[in-house]
């Protein structure tokens, strides 16, 4: 009775599969795709109709099914494990109820004793499909050499960690090596102390005076001791979150200031803050006291000359610049799609007594004071929310424009928008006056403003150290310039790019394309991927449906596929550089978004929906869901932040697996670590980086060591010591690799997914090298809840401690 239960199920299962791919897969081909999942379809069919019939040949119908999809899958694998997973392993699992003694038993119900003599031709193409996996998992990561060794300097090693990068110039490298290559092994954690701080931890530490300075959620900053982790002082500056996401209580990081030493007011070393309700605030770095001589009681008021908006308009989250003798700070604007948010202004005031110094204002060039009685800086300009750079012997900064709001819609964009938006700009420092731009997109409408750090390093070329500034952006491709006048390093080529935008927009003919090694490769067919082939061909048959040509792919009504996606490539965590060496360490993030194009009116119908699909800060979400949709009229052509203008809004949803599994519908990796020759521009090494042991199908933990590459939430960390550090993959894991050679040479778990850059320091009073790990709690994991977009994570878990600040070092002989 089983026998027969299990024979008629496992029928019935095999024709649903084969009437799946047969019918979806002549879609396919109707589309233009490819034709192996009809053909497997029917063939599949042909097989549950020869199990109905109790045939002996189905087995070798079967078998040949799988050597043909060894074949196909060769073909369009590389030999990639992870490729041929999903073309493979599921015909090879159904294959075992061959060899079951229940389908024998179906054999007899036919045949009688005398079953017919048959050959299990089945099994030599598994045992084919099971070598060809077995190989692909012997495939290693690309490895083409190991890079420039130039001398290094002498005198130049310092044991502090001053800046956010390290170095003004955002390098993350410490020219230190007591924990090297070859001692890394012997790493172990030292202390751990929590924070007390609930939600976002997102900020890299801060080390001088023997003190480690952090600053969680809501801006809080504390103090504790470098060497013990004990907390010496902390400061609540009761910042009020301007929203309930969780940007709205994001501090990325802090700044560090030492007066001259003539200096006899009040904190001549100083902690500074900008917050999330826009102050710029000044602490004793030695007790935490407020400085009160600084601004209005030991705080600046940003909002000042921003006009009327709304406290999740303006805020800040990323550290002030530290410039000399000035505190130079942008802001994060509400990324909407709405016109008239508050000004991208960037702005300077004295380091010590808090007074305004300069504004460079885009919409008033020429103008570096603030607004007059009843002015305001220029609204909804490219802003710089990111964080910037700073070159004392050239007294330039260098900041990374966004771009103006609406982000998917340009049609109402000003000529200054266009100028300045997705741009590196070089501003003196003195005077607030631009000397230089480069602009990595133009006419941006997918949201790839920059949002990394731009990183200084020399570079050797032709004999000759030319200074020069890398600049990372969400494309997933670097930039090199000449930080003295921005020209490119290597040639920057402008080819064509797609055109026929939305109804009302215009497009740049062309788009400038780094010759440096990229991480946005094009996206064909072949890469879509799944657990299996049924979810395998749903998502090839989306990629079909969604327009995609390439790269700057522009937004559709209809539905666009942008690779990668508005969140990186590269984002806020940038990259880093052995400085000694110009080898440069990239972990890029590659995943990809649905893009598409609604107007106000499906808005508004989507009633309470929306928020779900666009956030519930969308201008467009604070309707009233039931009032009706406002008639239509003409735009004021004297009002230009009109909100009639707005033609479209536009709508991202993560290109994942529409079976429901949370999985990327295009085969891994989805996030790589790689190191580039800068004085060469070779690409030295990459790889994968972080497992699927804390993700998997359907949100569940899978425990395998597949190295998929996984969700990257900040950047590398490197080491005189030839090595480079990273935390933040999804996977819960701190990892040391071998700067030349790309080997993992330690690792060690953490109580949760990090979302910071690793640092380390020298300390004073022991010689002791110390690497620094922060881990949030809450932490999270990707991919988020569709249902609620946000991310989960039930091993960490709101306890009242806060977040974790980790630290290692090697043990004591």
Known sequence: MFARIAHWTFIVFLSLVGLYLTLLGGFLVYKGGSLYYVTAGIATLVVAIMMVRRNVLAPRVYG???????????????????????RLAM????????????????????????????????????????????????????????????????ATATGDWRHYGNTAGGTRFAEIDQINTETVAKLKEVWRYRTGVEDDFKMTPLQVNGLLYICGARNILI??????????????????????????????????????????????????????????????????????????????????GMGEHNANQYYVTSPPLVADDVLVVGGLV???????????????????????????????????????????????????????????????????????????????????????????????????????????????????DVPAQPVLVDVERDGERVPSVAVPTKMGAIFLLDRRDGTPVYPIEERAAPQDPAVGDYLAPTQPFSPLPNFHPYLHEKDMWGLTPLDQLL????????????????????????????????????????????????????????????????????????????????????????????????????????????????LTLPFMSRFGTQVPCFEPPWSQIAVIDLNTNEL????????????????????LPFQVGVAIRAGTLTTRGGLTFIASTMDR????????????????????????????YLSEATGRQHLIVTVPNPSWRYPRDPSTGTYTDSRSVRDGKGGYVIAYALESE
């Open 64 to 86: 040949g099914i799988i050597a043909v999809t060894i074949v196909w899958a060769l073909f369009e694998s590389d030999l990639y494990l992870l490729a041929l997973l999903p």
């Open 91 to 154: 015909w090879i699992g159904l294959a075992l109820w061959f060899l079951t003694p229940w389908y024998q038993a179906t054999l007899k119900a036919r045949y009688g004793a005398e079953v017919p003599a048959t050959k299990p031709w089945f099994v030599i193409p598994g045992l084919a499909a099971l070598a060809v996996l077995l190989i692909a998992a012997g495939q290693g990561y690309t490895q083409n050499g190991t890079g420039t060794v130039r001398p290094i300097a002498e």
């Open 223 to 304: 103090a504790v001791d470098s060497d013990s982790g004990e907390e010496v002082w902390r400061h609540d500056p009761q910042a009020k979150p301007p929203g309930t996401h969780q940007y709205a209580r994001t501090c990325r990081g802090i700044s560090y200031h030492e007066a001259p030493a003539d200096y006899t007011g009040q904190c001549p070393k100083r902690i500074v803050t900008g917050t999330i309700d826009a102050r710029l605030i000044a602490v004793d770095a030695m007790t935490g006291e407020r400085c009160s001589d600084f601004g209005a009681g030991g705080a600046v008021n940003l909002r000042k």
């Open 334 to 448: 509400l990324d909407s799609q709405d016109l008239g948010m508050p000004s991208g202004v960037v702005r300077a005031f004295d380091a010590l007594t808090g007074s305004f110094v300069w504004a460079w204002d885009l919409g008033n060039p020429g103008e570096y004071g603030e607004p007059g009685p009843g002015e305001e800086y220029t609204r909804g300009t490219p802003n710089v929310w990111s964080v910037m750079s700073y070159d004392a012997e050239l007294d330039l900064i260098y900041a990374p424009t966004g771009n103006a709001p609406p982000d998917y819609y340009g049609g109402e964009r000003r000529p200054l928008d266009d100028e300045w938006s997705s741009s590196v700009v070089a501003i003196d420092a003195a005077t607030g006056e631009p000397r230089w731009k480069y602009q990595t997109v133009h006419h941006d409408i997918w949201d790839y």
């Open 539 to 650: 998502c090839r048959v989306e990629y079909k449906l969604l327009r995609y040509e390439g790269l700057f792919t522009p937004p559709t009504p209809a539905g666009s596929l942008q690779f990668p996606a508005n969140f990186g490539g590269f984002n806020w965590g940038s990259v880093s550089v052995d400085a000694d060496n110009g080898l440069l360490v990239a972990a890029p993030m590659l995943l990809a978004n649905r893009l598409m194009l609604v107007t106000p009116e499906q808005v508004a119908a989507a009633g309470p929906r929306a928020a779900m699909l666009l956030g519930a800060d969308h201008p467009a979400v604070r309707m009233d869901p039931d009032a009706p949709v406002p008639p239509a009229r003409d735009p004021d052509p004297n009002d230009p932040y009109d909100h009639v203008r707005i033609r479209y809004y536009g």
């Open 684 to 703: 030295l090494w990459r790889r994968p980086v972080g497992s699927m042991k804390d993700s998997g199908p359907f949100g569940l933990r899978s425990g």
């Open 733 to 760: 894991t701190v990892r040391a690799f071998d700067l030349r050679t790309g080997a993992v040479k330690w690792s060690a778990e953490l109580p949760g997914s990090g979302q910071a850059t690793p640092m380390t």
